[in-house]
């Protein structure tokens, strides 16, 4: 999955180029929303949706466990 999220990745910086758009406030979206200004919300909603994924399935786990093994020993950070 780790590939997927990384070929996910370089699509969107490529898809953030939007020089065919560039010139152009026409067709507009819904009506009136520019097509640059359309684009570039769903990019921003797609790099969410990829920070989501990369957090889930990139994030190494090694850092949680390292986190949580002072407060199970009673040592420093552990809640008071």
Avoid at 57 to 65: G, S
Wanted: proline content about 5%; glycine content about 10%.
């Amino acid at each position: 999955m780790k590939k997927v999220v990384y070929l996910a990745l370089l699509v969107l910086i490529v898809a953030h180029q939007d020089f065919w758009w560039w010139h152009t406030h026409e067709p507009l979206v819904f009506g009136f929303i520019p097509i640059g200004l359309a684009w570039h919300a769903g990019i921003s909603i797609s790099a969410g949706l990829l920070g989501l994924l990369a957090v889930r399935f990139c994030w190494p786990h090694e850092l949680d466990a390292d986190e949580a093994a002072p407060a199970a020993r009673g040592g420093e950070g552990a809640a008071t």
